[in-house]
Every structure is written in structure tokens, then in C-alpha cells.
């Protein structure tokens, strides 16, 4: 994996748009995580806290209003709901999303600008929210603390006065700088569930491959804004051909006027830096 990094936040999670058909019922895999559900929301308050600190973000309050409706109308269809789900916009020109323990998401405002219509952002959006409903970012927290010789500071996370331990941990994986990455199994299983709330939600499913097709398409025309996720992850292209395999349903709700504005409104801003590459 090339590192990408744009800080040494805590637990950044560069996330795969990957497809797959989706499922009737929200999926409930295996868990193998060390973190409580609490502790991982509790870890996440303080991973945001540090992502806010050192990511720039668009602070438009037309914008922020009209993708909290968006969010939290794909988050109602999630398979768990104790997690306080929220999004938020990275000030960054490439095309990005990735999740925080517990709850947080981000999308890069590249993304928000390269997506051709609605259906194709509650594709990203719900791609993001099923890696935390399945715990993959927990489990993902777990197998990098473990592997970067955290396991025992991770284990007094678990008894009671955690908040001071999970600081420290967030503390020590900052300082090993990791990106978490998931697993393929996980990504198909995100893909699904993604699909599900996407498709619960009341959005056209090929909304998802469509915007897979736009990456592929990016690739050709300015390879940079999709570094990141092509240096993760297979050709968008061969993704959405998978997913169309499969066939998809022709119903659902694929494009509003309030899309086409904050996009609009958006692309009027000055434009968006690049990330930093350490």
C-alpha cells in the first residue's frame, strides 16, 4: 500500500468504493474486536477531535445542512443504530470517504463535486456507514494496536476509567501514523450492506457503479485526484462491471435540484488543495 497520508491522525481509513449485489437484511458478521461498542464510540469522539484539528473542512452552512439530510436518512437504514453517525466535508480536491471508530464519516469535497448525480453520493455515503455498522473498523483498530505491540495498552481499555486509556491509545496509534486497511471479505461484506441501505433508503442502486465508471473515467483524464483510492484498491471499472453482472434493480430515486445546487455552490468556491503526501 503506497502511504497516503495526510496526518498522523489516530485511525484513518481510506475506504474502498467496491460493489456488490445487495442484501434483503442488514448483514451481522462474526466480530472479532477487543473494543466494547462504547469504547469504540468513545475512541472515535477523540480520533474526530484530532481529525478536526488537522484536516481542513468546509465550513458551509447550506452545504453541511443539505448532506446531513442525505446522511442521516442512509444511517436510519443502518443495521446498528446505537452509533452516533455524523459526516463531514474534507476541504481536499481528491476523490476520498473514510470512517472513524464509531460513528464519524468523512468525504472529501472532490468527491462531492465528481459525483454526477444524488444517487451516486448516498452510494459512497452508504459504503462508509455499512464499514461501521459491521464493526470493520473496530476489528481493524484492533489488528493494527495488536500488531503495532499496543495489545496490552488495548486490554486496559476494557475495565472501568477507559476514557483515560482509550486517549492513550489513540495517542500511541497517532504516533505509529496508521492507515487502516480492510480486508476483501470486508469490503464485499460493506458492499452489500451498503447496497441495502442505499437501496432502503429509497436511492437507485447503479448509482454506485455509475461512480465507479466516473473514477475509471478520472483515472484516464487526471490520475492524481483518484491516487489514493486506486493505490488501495482494484480498477473501478472491474468493480462495476462485477456489480452489473449481478444485475440491479431499475427503481429509486437518482438525482434533486438541491444536489445540483450544493454542487454548483461548491465548484463556485475557490478550488479545493491538494493533500499533503509525508
Given at each position: 500500500m503506497k502511504a497516503a497520508r495526510v496526518t498522523t491522525v489516530v485511525v484513518f481509513s481510506v475506504i474502498a468504493?467496491?460493489?456488490?449485489?445487495?442484501?434483503?437484511?442488514?448483514?451481522?458478521a462474526p466480530q472479532l474486536s477487543l473494543l466494547s461498542v462504547e469504547d469504540e464510540i468513545e475512541l472515535g469522539k477523540q480520533a474526530q477531535t484530532e481529525v478536526r484539528q488537522q484536516v481542513p473542512s468546509v465550513d458551509d452552512r447550506q452545504v453541511s445542512r443539505y448532506l446531513d439530510g442525505v446522511f442521516r436518512q442512509l444511517a436510519r437504514r443502518a443495521g446498528r443504530t446505537e452509533y452516533p453517525y455524523s459526516i463531514s466535508v474534507a476541504n481536499y480536491a481528491e476523490v476520498n470517504a473514510f470512517a472513524l471508530p464509531g460513528g464519524p464519516v468523512w468525504i472529501h469535497r472532490g468527491t462531492l463535486e465528481a459525483a454526477g448525480n444524488e444517487a451516486q453520493l448516498a452510494g459512497v455515503l452508504g459504503h462508509e456507514i455499512a464499514h461501521?455498522?459491521?464493526?470493520?473498523?473496530?476489528?481493524?483498530?484492533?489488528?493494527?494496536?495488536?500488531?503495532?505491540?499496543?495489545?496490552?495498552?488495548?486490554?486496559?481499555?476494557?475495565?472501568?476509567?477507559?476514557?483515560?486509556?482509550?486517549?492513550?491509545?489513540?495517542?500511541?496509534?497517532?504516533?505509529?501514523?496508521?492507515?487502516?486497511?480492510?480486508?476483501?471479505?470486508?469490503e464485499r461484506e460493506a458492499d452489500r450492506e451498503g447496497m441495502r441501505i442505499m437501496q432502503a433508503a429509497g436511492w437507485d442502486p447503479r448509482g454506485l457503479p455509475e461512480f465507479l465508471?466516473?473514477?475509471?473515467?478520472?483515472?484516464?483524464?487526471?490520475?492524481?485526484?483518484?491516487?489514493?483510492?486506486?493505490?488501495?484498491?482494484?480498477?473501478?471499472?472491474?468493480?462495476?462491471?462485477?456489480?452489473?453482472?449481478?444485475?440491479?434493480?431499475?427503481t429509486g430515486r437518482r438525482d434533486t435540484a438541491a444536489f445540483r445546487n450544493v454542487r454548483s455552490r461548491l465548484k463556485a468556491m475557490p478550488p479545493a488543495p491538494k493533500m499533503e503526501r509525508r
Amino acid at each position: 500500500m503506497k502511504a497516503a497520508r495526510v496526518t498522523t491522525v489516530v485511525v484513518f481509513s481510506v475506504i474502498a468504493l467496491a460493489v456488490a449485489p445487495a442484501g434483503p437484511a442488514p448483514l451481522a458478521a462474526p466480530q472479532l474486536s477487543l473494543l466494547s461498542v462504547e469504547d469504540e464510540i468513545e475512541l472515535g469522539k477523540q480520533a474526530q477531535t484530532e481529525v478536526r484539528q488537522q484536516v481542513p473542512s468546509v465550513d458551509d452552512r447550506q452545504v453541511s445542512r443539505y448532506l446531513d439530510g442525505v446522511f442521516r436518512q442512509l444511517a436510519r437504514r443502518a443495521g446498528r443504530t446505537e452509533y452516533p453517525y455524523s459526516i463531514s466535508v474534507a476541504n481536499y480536491a481528491e476523490v476520498n470517504a473514510f470512517a472513524l471508530p464509531g460513528g464519524p464519516v468523512w468525504i472529501h469535497r472532490g468527491t462531492l463535486e465528481a459525483a454526477g448525480n444524488e444517487a451516486q453520493l448516498a452510494g459512497v455515503l452508504g459504503h462508509e456507514i455499512a464499514h461501521i455498522s459491521l464493526r470493520h473498523v473496530a476489528q481493524q483498530v484492533t489488528q493494527h494496536t495488536v500488531a503495532g505491540g499496543l495489545l496490552a495498552l488495548l486490554g486496559q481499555v476494557l475495565p472501568e476509567g477507559r476514557k483515560g486509556e482509550i486517549g492513550r491509545m489513540a495517542a500511541g496509534l497517532a504516533a505509529q501514523g496508521m492507515m487502516l486497511k480492510f480486508s476483501r471479505d470486508d469490503e464485499r461484506e460493506a458492499d452489500r450492506e451498503g447496497m441495502r441501505i442505499m437501496q432502503a433508503a429509497g436511492w437507485d442502486p447503479r448509482g454506485l457503479p455509475e461512480f465507479l465508471e466516473l473514477l475509471r473515467e478520472q483515472q484516464g483524464r487526471n490520475p492524481s485526484s483518484v491516487e489514493i483510492f486506486l493505490s488501495n484498491h482494484p480498477a473501478p471499472g472491474e468493480r462495476a462491471e462485477a456489480l452489473r453482472a449481478g444485475g440491479l434493480p431499475n427503481t429509486g430515486r437518482r438525482d434533486t435540484a438541491a444536489f445540483r445546487n450544493v454542487r454548483s455552490r461548491l465548484k463556485a468556491m475557490p478550488p479545493a488543495p491538494k493533500m499533503e503526501r509525508r
